[in-house]
T-cell receptor, first 116, second 110 residues
Framework: DGGITQSPKYLFRKEGQNVTLSCEQNLNHDAMYWYRQDPGQGLRLIYYSQIVNDFQKGDIAEGYSVSREKKESFPLTVTSAQKNPTAFYLC???????????????FGPGTRLTVL | RKEVEQDPGPFNVPEGATVAFNCTYSNSASQSFFWYRQDCRKEPKLLMSVYSSGNEDGRFTAQLNRASQYISLLIRDSKLSDSATYLCVVNTDSWGKLQFGAGTQVVVTP
């Protein structure tokens, strides 16, 4: 069964703690992404990676960190520096396209993070 | 101005009726366009890509108007299961960075 998995589904964090969200894919996709979704808002890009051992900041990278040591895995750490971390976090993957390639992204089921 | 704008709705639609809504985008260089569907508290799922000539997938029809920089989605013969939020998604560069609209909520009623 090919797909993207995220864990945990729900996560509660105390203020001042770092937490790491897991994302794994077996679609053999090169590119992986992390988004954050807040109520009534569109998805906002946190980090993305087009290839192993390389990643770039998205639009709202402050307070987050990532690693890409394996093609299949792209974990996200929410650090204590992130001022408002309560949100729905979505991981996605895609083939890497160029030009007119329709590089659709496919999403995992998400992790709901709540800061207590 | 947001890069991708959508009417948030909700669009209340009687079962069996047709509903259509648009999405505008600001980057005239955008090449790829998609509609995603998102159910409450779930992940977005790809509904359809939008091609230059327009395309249809069953009861769903997508159109692209490059001159006016909008895409549209039409749902015919609405089903209760079509109730969801529909996200307009536009790429902003060649490698795949996507911009998501905040979504249009559709509620199909019996």
């Amino acid at each position: 069964d090919g797909g993207i998995t995220q864990s945990p589904k729900y996560l509660f964090r105390k203020e001042g703690q770092n937490v790491t969200l897991s994302c794994e894919q077996n679609l053999n996709h090169d590119a992986m992404y992390w988004y954050r979704q807040d109520p009534g808002q569109g998805l906002r890009l946190i980090y993305y990676s087009q290839i192993v051992n390389d990643f770039q900041k998205g639009d709202i990278a402050e307070g987050y960190s990532v690693s890409r040591e394996k093609k299949e895995s792209f974990p996200l750490t929410v650090t204590s520096a992130q001022k408002n971390p309560t949100a729905f976090y979505l991981c996605a993957s895609s083939i890497v396209g160029s030009g007119r390639t329709y590089n659709e992204q496919f999403f995992g089921p998400g992790t709901r993070l709540t800061v207590l | 101005r947001k890069e991708v704008e959508q009417d948030p709705g909700p669009f209340n639609v009687p079962e069996g009726a047709t509903v259509a809504f648009n999405c505008t985008y600001s980057n005239s260089a955008s090449q790829s366009f998609f509609w995603y569907r998102q159910d409450c508290r779930k992940e977005p799922k790809l509904l359809m890509s939008v091609y230059s000539s327009g395309n249809e997938d069953g009861r769903f029809t997508a159109q692209l108007n490059r001159a006016s920089q909008y895409i549209s989605l039409l749902i015919r013969d609405s089903k209760l299961s079509d109730s969801a939020t529909y996200l307009c998604v536009v790429n902003t560069d060649s490698w795949g960075k996507l911009q998501f609209g905040a979504g249009t909520q559709v509620v199909v009623t019996p």
